[in-house]
């Protein structure tokens, strides 16, 4: 089964590389008003349970994936509604 | 009677390179240098940890991140939980922080610039085994050379670590945005510390600044009082 992890630094997060895009970005003439920059990581699990990969895949977050100090996540399951 | 050395281990991950520096200085502070390989299981009889500074996995994902994960550092868990010394410089500190053994992250400097130059930082706890051989207040000069220094902590983190009395050594002067101008804190218990700026680099003042040495010989003397406690 395949699972997309979206990290993202956290609300209220200083966000340098983003502020670096941001900046490039207006540069450029586009209209950005604010640009955070994260981090995907695509998986492919074992199983087909979807709670069951998913209930996996967050264990990954909480203890690799992301620093719960600075990251948030968001975990997508292709092909599943869980 | 002669003291004896104490054993002093230096892990090298790969992608560590300032882990002969760490060895140099160690041995030019008469403690007896022990290079520990990252895939050990075991640590051999130690009197203290030096996790040296350098791109440990090469920064992949987030700095420190990996190496975590090394068989190395389950021992070297397992050894600071036994109130076993803990030194981690630059990347070590990071690998530290993401460990859980100390408190925060290192994220990257606020400037987005790499930071390679002598800053000074001031003392603020010299009853530390890292520090006793400074004085309350001293600004020491140590280079720093990183990309992702800025030590980070919420306001309810900070506030903890304010409390217990954490912070060992503020920069006193801006250099990469950490909050406090954090460069170096304990654990509550004191045993395990972790700088950014790099001691191994300022031991001999024929490198600009002999600094570094009094951290480090500090952290020799109480490895030799373990040693000689361990006899």
């Known amino acids: 089964m395949r699972a997309t992890v979206l990290v993202r630094p956290k609300d209220g997060i200083l966000d340098p590389q983003g502020q670096a895009v941001e900046s490039s970005l207006r540069q450029l003439g586009f209209a950005v008003d604010t640009a955070r920059v994260g981090r995907v990581v695509d998986l492919e699990v074992e199983g087909s349970d979807p709670a069951a990969a998913r209930a996996e895949v967050e264990r990954m977050c909480e203890q690799v994936l992301a620093n719960p100090l600075i990251e948030s996540y968001e975990i997508e399951l292709a092909g599943a509604d869980a | ?231």
């Not at chain 2, 992949?60 to 868990?77: E, H, N």
């Not at chain 2, 992702?148 to 503020?170: F, M, P, T």
């Open chain 2, 1 to 231: 009677m002669t003291s004896p050395q104490p054993r002093i281990g230096v892990v090298r991950f790969p992608g560590s390179n300032d882990d002969r520096d760490a060895l140099w200085a160690l041995a030019a502070l008469d403690a007896e240098p022990v290079a520990v390989w990252h895939s050990a299981t075991e640590l051999p009889d130690l009197d203290a940890v030096v996790l040296p500074g350098g791109f440990s996995y090469g920064d992949y994902l987030r700095c420190g991140a990996i190496a975590r994960f090394s068989p190395a550092m389950t021992a070297v868990a397992e050894f600071a939980e036994a109130g076993g010394l803990v030194l981690g410089i630059c990347n070590g500190f990071q690998i530290l922080c993401e460990a859980g053994l100390l408190p925060g992250v290192l994220r990257p400097n606020t400037s987005l610039a790499f930071v390679c130059r002598d800053v000074p930082v001031t003392v603020e706890r010299t009853d530390t085994a890292f520090t006793a051989r400074c004085s309350q207040g001293e600004r020491l000069v140590i280079p720093v050379k990183h990309g992702e220094g800025c030590w980070y902590a919420d306001d309810e983190l900070y506030a903890a670590v304010e409390a217990h009395d954490q912070i060992v050594l503020r920069y006193a002067e801006p250099v990469n945005g950490s909050v406090g101008d954090v460069a170096g804190v304990v654990n509550e218990a004191g045993n395990v510390m972790g700088l950014m700026p790099h001691p191994e680099h300022a031991v001999d003042p024929l490198l600009g600044s002999a600094d570094g040495a009094l951290i480090l010989a500090s952290l020799v003397d109480a490895a030799r009082e373990r040693a000689l406690a361990a006899v």
